[in-house]
């Protein structure tokens, strides 16, 4: 397993937490972006974008590019999982207000509300990104786009310890 982040003391952070788990210690930590990633050729089974979309510039390109390192076992297809924030009042009360400015579990400035994705902005960014997929073994290749196969979302109760989890889109 892999784990990217441009940051430094992100990478340093993650590195030190997972050092003393059994099963996070085995986790190859890399300063490095999807981008470069891609540049590099490597590609993976899985790749997981979780709370990353809302920070970059350009979240299409982003999409483009983690579904370019995304290459299952002998060219089969393989899976990216993306989870994001709605862009609602809501999130931005919870997100924004509460957590960077209230309670102070956040940096100030960490999230912009005007870069959270809607649903239906993620599953049009996810359909129209086009990508090449090895069919054989014989290095013939389909161009098709990915395909959005499920919506999912959580419903955060910050005075419960528990999370409800379900078909729930709008947080």
């Given at each position: 397993?892999?784990?990217?982040?441009?940051?430094?003391?992100?990478?340093?952070?993650?590195?030190?937490?997972?050092?003393?788990?059994?099963?996070?210690?085995?986790?190859?930590?890399?300063?490095?972006?999807?981008?470069?990633?891609?540049?590099?050729?490597?590609?993976?089974?899985?790749?997981?974008?979780?709370?990353?979309?809302?920070?970059?510039?350009?979240?299409?390109?982003?999409?483009?590019?983690?579904?370019?390192?995304?290459?299952?076992?002998?060219?089969?297809?393989?899976?990216?999982?993306?989870?994001?924030?709605?862009?609602?009042?809501?999130?931005?009360?919870?997100?924004?207000?509460?957590?960077?400015?209230?309670?102070?579990?956040?940096?100030?400035?960490?999230?912009?509300?005007?870069?959270?994705?809607?649903?239906?902005?993620?599953?049009?960014?996810?359909?129209?990104?086009?990508?090449?997929?090895?069919?054989?073994d014989n290095s013939d290749k389909q161009s098709s786009t990915m395909k959005f196969?499920?919506?999912?979302?959580?419903?955060?109760?910050?005075?419960?310890?528990?999370?409800?989890f379900g078909h729930v889109v709008e947080w």
């Amino acid at each position: 397993m892999t784990s990217i982040d441009p940051a430094p003391e992100n990478i340093k952070v993650a590195s030190s937490h997972s050092r003393n788990d059994p099963l996070t210690a085995t986790i190859n930590y890399k300063q490095s972006t999807i981008e470069e990633i891609l540049a590099s050729g490597q590609k993976f089974d899985v790749v997981c974008a979780l709370e990353v979309i809302e920070h970059v510039d350009d979240p299409r390109g982003f999409i483009q590019a983690c579904a370019q390192c995304v290459q299952g076992r002998d060219g089969a297809s393989g899976n990216l999982f993306v989870s994001t924030m709605n862009r609602t009042k809501k999130a931005h009360l919870m997100a924004v207000v509460g957590a960077e400015y209230v309670l102070g579990l956040l940096p100030p400035g960490t999230h912009e509300w005007n870069k959270f994705i809607t649903p239906d902005e993620l599953r049009i960014m996810v359909e129209s990104t086009p990508f090449e997929a090895k069919i054989n073994d014989n290095s013939d290749k389909q161009s098709s786009t990915m395909k959005f196969i499920k919506q999912n979302g959580i419903v955060l109760k910050p005075v419960s310890p528990f999370k409800k989890f379900g078909h729930v889109v709008e947080w």
